[in-house]
């Protein structure tokens, strides 16, 4: 029998929060875990974990059924309504609130909750490292994951490793226009940087090999403001990178995150702040419900199974990294509510502002143009009786 593809698929929901946006209670990762085992049990699933990051749960299963299967998309959907039962029997704070449609329609996308799938068939020794991320946009990975697939001084593989000397090939999201662009690495860097400087409007949603199209990495993209029109909370993105052997180490998929970048979301979604790597038991966001954390699970897969998780981020060498993130939210909370530290208008349009300029659009006046008025010439006064016989002109 010929070997199957697995396929991972990470889908995340925020269903409730303890304390406000702060973390996720026990009981509903227990419940949304009861669901997995169940799907576990009819063979749906080969493999299943539950984790939270903040005030998000965070779904990771491995399966045969392929990426946008219906079947594991209304398998997570469920698990975000059965926890989310729970959440509202405790009065947990914005229970469902990811949740933006009353019932499973076939494709969970467009529905609320971040979706990150890959398929591929196993390796000898399959690494895999998935990152989860709390206040915060999808566009929070553009800068880490070029670094990872495109810049030497951060994955010497680039040049080391033979099999990486092709590049890699980025696909990117127009997440307003939703339009999708492919551009190869290093041909087409400078593109590429052009687009995802933009992180708010063109994301990178997958990474392949250029050499063999194997994919290498996968990112949730779905904004919830974009699906809402309106601000419902931050998109709280999730993010599948595959390591070693032809992709990036490791410790070269890690090393983007020993700088704490500025990404868009904080406190109600609204503020640029840095994105703190923290271990599992730190990523609990309190100061002004930040600043943005992020957190990474790294797996062996064996025949499907997870092996792990080792909490990635629970090392002292990224302490100097979080020292530096913390200074960097000292430095933009002292802005207020002032720009850069809040978020430009295009962006606040997907908050509360148009609430507000709804209420006082009729006390804004036009201002006339204002026209030069042409100046009046002197009078002149003529004397007549100048001695020299000449007028004299005062």
Same mark, same amino acid.
């Given at each position: 029998m010929a070997e199957q593809k697995l396929t991972l698929s990470v889908i995340k929901a925020d269903v409730g929060g303890f304390v406000g946006h702060s973390w996720v209670h026990p009981d509903l990762i227990k419940e949304a875990q009861r669901k997995m085992d169940e799907a576990k049990k009819k063979? %749906?699933?080969?493999? @299943?974990?539950?984790?939270?990051?903040? =005030?998000?749960?965070?779904? +990771?299963?491995?399966?045969?059924?392929? +990426?946008?299967?219906?079947? +594991?998309?209304?398998?997570?959907?469920?698990?975000?309504?059965?926890?989310?039962?729970?959440?509202?029997? %405790?009065?947990?704070?914005?229970?469902?609130?990811? %949740?933006? @449609?009353?019932?499973?329609?076939?494709?969970?996308?467009?529905?609320?909750?971040?979706?990150?799938?890959?398929?591929?068939?196993?390796?000898?020794?399959?690494?895999?490292?998935?990152?989860? @991320? =709390?206040?915060?946009?999808?566009g929070a990975w553009n800068l880490p994951v070029f670094r990872?697939?495109?810049?030497?001084?951060?994955?010497?593989?680039?040049?080391?490793?033979?099999?990486?000397?092709?590049?890699?090939?980025?696909?990117?999201?127009?997440?307003?226009?939703?339009?999708?662009?492919?551009?190869?690495?290093?041909?087409?860097?400078?593109?590429?940087?052009?687009?995802?400087? @933009?992180?708010?409007?063109?994301?990178?949603?997958?990474?392949?090999?250029?050499?063999?199209?194997?994919?290498?990495?996968?990112?949730?993209?779905?904004?919830?403001?974009?699906?809402?029109?309106?601000?419902?909370?931050?998109?709280?993105?999730? %993010?599948?990178?595959?390591?070693?052997?032809?992709f990036p180490a490791v410790g070269e998929i890690l090393e983007p995150f020993s700088f704490p970048h500025t990404v868009a979301g904080w406190t109600r979604g609204s503020h640029h702040g840095p994105l703190m790597p923290v271990a599992f038991k730190n990523a609990t966001p309190s100061r002004l419900d930040g600043p943005p954390r992020v957190i990474c699970a790294g797996y062996q897969l064996a025949n499907g199974k997870l092996i792990g998780p080792r909490d990635m981020f629970d090392d002292p060498i990224f302490d100097y990294t979080r020292k530096q993130a913390c200074e960097a939210a000292e430095y933009f909370r002292r802005h207020g509510p002032f720009e850069p530290h809040r978020l430009p208008l295009e962006e606040m349009e997907y908050t509360t502002m148009p609430q507000i300029m709804e209420k006082l659009k009729s006390r804004f006046i036009a201002m006339k143009d204002k026209k030069e008025t042409a100046k009046k010439p002197k009078k002149v006064a003529v004397n007549s009786h100048s001695k020299s016989g000449e007028m004299e002109i005062d």
């Open positions: 063979r %749906l699933l080969i493999d @299943a974990q539950v984790l939270n990051c903040g =005030d998000d749960i965070e779904l +990771i299963m491995t399966h045969n059924k392929g +990426i946008d299967n219906s079947d +594991i998309h209304e398998l997570a959907w469920n698990s975000f309504v059965a926890s989310t039962e729970v959440a509202k029997k %405790l009065k947990m704070y914005g229970a469902g609130q990811d %949740l933006l @449609a009353d019932a499973f329609s076939g494709n969970i996308k467009g529905m609320g909750p971040g979706v990150a799938e890959m398929e591929f068939f196993e390796r000898r020794s399959e690494p895999v490292i998935v990152f989860m @991320a =709390d206040k915060c946009s999808p990872m697939f495109a810049d030497p001084f951060c994955s010497p593989g680039l040049v080391i490793d033979i099999g990486m000397h092709q590049g890699f090939d980025f696909e990117v999201v127009d997440v307003y226009e939703s339009k999708i662009i492919t551009l190869h690495c290093p041909d087409e860097m400078y593109e590429l940087l052009m687009f995802i400087g @933009a992180h708010e409007k063109y994301m990178i949603t997958k990474v392949t090999r250029h050499t063999d199209g194997e994919i290498a990495c996968a990112a949730s993209t779905q904004k919830l403001s974009l699906i809402a029109g309106k601000y419902v909370g931050k998109d709280d993105p999730v %993010l599948v990178v595959r390591a070693q052997s032809g």
